[in-house]
């Protein structure tokens, strides 16, 4: 909760963009929204430092004052994403290149290349003078270092640093090349000099320089933050140091693994789909979040993390801002809260007349605050200070998602059997099977602790190595239920295939061999023997010990297994070799499901009902989020906390609304 004993409400506030008479009375709004935590300075680095060398802090001073005097904390931003334009000026050569060899120019933001030492510099200077200004100022927080980490570079720089990693990484060139197959197309490297960053070339690239080339940047972009994060701390060890992730396929930050250098973990979410789409891919990110929270220090409570980011009134679909229905904004907010995060905040809480992100969504739209937008937002800080005492709940779940951020990378290289192979995609599909069954469901990576897991889910982890091969089987083996999708185990930790037949590192555990792979058409399905369809994917599976439990129906693969299951020492490994249907999908869920022992949050909540609870010693919280047009009744019993009634035997969710019932002891 980071102060003041509620959960984070609030979002990125641009007083640089704004007089001093705005200032006022946004204070005056938030106060009115009970907001009591805004981002602050997070792109302001041209206002904070005019020149090179030269600040002017006398605004932000005055703007910390009266958040302060407001009772609102801040997390005070390093404005390390957006160099000033001085700054590119000076140092052309730490402009970012691309892997065409481009060289970018100022005009937009994160116009720098992280492994510049001209860019490096200057961050720690900024950061070091903020740190210094501000780091026991009562108001701050929290320190909200750069924004959404993510970019890469091809500069000479760039290319320097990654072979300095590569050696790291590999000890000498003869364990890089069998690590990136060299002997293919002449490829072999004998002096460290000849290796680049994967510029853009004649045919398809390298796997395992491609691969690495994310990793790399991984690493260095996390050593850009922990460096502000040190500055930071040494100013004040008491305030909590943070970045925001953002998700997405091209990003290359292995998120788990930096959650170690984080005090929380923070993410921005913005869904993509409109329909129901929405509130799954909500659903996953936050239990997405709270995986990589148990990676870092929490507090002793809870997996330590929060919404940093999301969009008040819109969903960015591809090409269109949809904008959302009445009482959508409080729902995702609860349901990322239903999931642990410590609050929810909001791009943005004002929007700007001018720049490149006018018609992004804001609490305080264009319209002003005679507007829906920020009606719902003075009733939702409502909803968070009622809701406030679930904050040291844990989340419970017995099913967990296994999902690698590597094996994202490795599955968008060129040369794969199909353009349409997306860990990512696979991921969601199982936690979509999952959501649509009603199971709560925590997200893992390889080689985390699994024991209290029933099921262990595995959606196309590609790269297996052998310790997270020996890791799966041991969870088998003893007692524990794994399903296994197609893709997983093909590979090793370099993205070579292992070989003897697919999935090489897991055909033992379940008991079969995969001989060919039969990629599908876009559009095209194959049938199968208990009904439903599979999609994007099929394959030639020899049981070897395993039983089938679906067979494909006509074509190529008639009469094969397409789903198989195998007793594996005291547990069960279950193998898809296909994407089923959305509906077979959460049909095969439950039944893997209830043949481990697990069953829904609330079994009688029907679809659209998302039913999650919040554990923390002998009390519990039931988050019940209706996402359909009409009231549900469902069984409970205690308090619902968001309208202050007693619950007994049944509480009515009203349509579009939610409940939080604090749930009476047994
Ligand atoms: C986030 C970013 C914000 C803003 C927002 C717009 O990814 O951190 O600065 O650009 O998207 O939706």
Sequence with gaps: MWGDGRLCYGGDWNPEQWSPQVWREDVALMRQARVNLVSVGVFAWSRLEPAPGRYTFDWLDEVLDLLHDGGIRVALATPTASPPPWFSLAHPGALPVTADGVRLHHGSRDTYCAAAPAYRTAARRITEVLA???????????????????????????????????????????????????????????????????????????????????????????????????????????????????????????????????????????????DGGAEEQTALAADLARGWARHGAGDGTAPAWLLMESAPNHIYTPGRMHTKEPGRMARHSLSHIARGSRGAMFFQWRAPAGGAERFHSALVPHAGPDSRVFREAVRLGGILDRIAEVDPGVVEASVAIVWDAASGWALQHPGLPSASLDHHAEVSAAHRALWRAGYACDVVVPGDAVEAYRLLVLPALYLTCDATADWVRRHVRHGGHVLVTWLSGVADEHARVRLGGYPGALRDLLGLRVEEFHPLAEGEQVLLSRGGTGRVWSETVRPAGAETVTAYVGGVLDGLPAVTRHRYGAGTAWYVSTRPDDETYRRLMVEAARAAGVGPVCPAAPPGVEAVRRRAGEASWLFLVNHTDRPQRIPADGVDLLTDTPVDGEVVVPAGGAAVVREAPD
Excluded: K
């Design 132 to 274: 210094d200004r501000y780091a026991t100022h009562p108001a701050l927080a929290m320190w909200h270092v750069h924004n959404e980490y993510g970019t890469t570079c091809h500069c000479e720089h760039a290319a320097t640093a990654f072979r300095s990693w590569l050696a790291q990484r590999h000890g000498d060139l003869d364990a890089l090349n069998a690590a990136w197959v060299t002997s293919f197309w002449s490829q072999h490297y004998s002096d460290w000099a000849q290796i680049s960053t994967p510029r853009a070339t004649q045919y398809l690239a390298n796997p395992g320089q491609l691969l690495d080339f994310r990793r790399f940047w991984s690493d260095t972009l996390l050593a850009a933050y922990v460096e502000q994060r040190d500055l930071l701390r040494a100013a004040n060890p008491r305030v909590p140091v943070t970045t925001n992730y953002v998700l997405g396929g091209w990003v290359p930050v292995d998120h788990a693994r930096w959650a170690r250098e984080v005090d929380l973990v923070a993410i921005d979410h913005y869904p993509s789909a409109v």
